[in-house]
Nanobody, 116 residues
Framework: QVQLMESGGGLVQPGGSLRLSCAAS????????MGWHRQAPGKQRELVAR???????NYADSVKGRFTISRDNAKNTVYLQMNSLKLEDTAVYYC??????????WGQGTQVTVSS
């Protein structure tokens, strides 16, 4: 069992920055991958970024060069630094962790709104 607690998110103007955090607790020793997904109204949930236990990283094409995912293993926390935010980044962002493809855990979701 894994529990995920998110923090960060909020309202920001275009071009601004936000940093999301997700702290994992519980049975965390065997977590292989942690990452972030997002879902905007009327759209499918999509992968934003993920990082595995060895440090390998994947980004969605839409956020490359603007977002950075990182992981602090000592604190069992994953971060998403979001820079140069655009209107189309507005969505609910969900932290997730996986020990296997069928053993998935999700955070509660945090709203990110980019608006002028």
């Amino acid at each position: 069992q894994v529990q995920l607690m998110e923090s960060g998110g909020g309202l920001v103007q275009p071009g601004g920055s936000l940093r999301l955090s997700c702290a994992a607790s519980g049975s965390i020793s065997s977590i292989l991958v942690m990452g972030w997904h997002r879902q905007a109204p009327g759209k499918q949930r999509e992968l934003v970024a993920r990082i595995n236990s060895g440090g390998g990283i994947n980004y969605a094409d839409s956020v490359k060069g603007r977002f950075t995912i990182s992981r602090d293993n000592a604190k069992n926390t994953v971060y998403l630094q979001m820079n140069s935010l655009k209107l189309e980044d507005t969505a609910v962002y969900y932290c997730n962790a996986a020990r296997t493809p069928w053993d998935l855990y999700w955070g509660q979701g945090t709203q990110v709104t980019v608006s002028s």
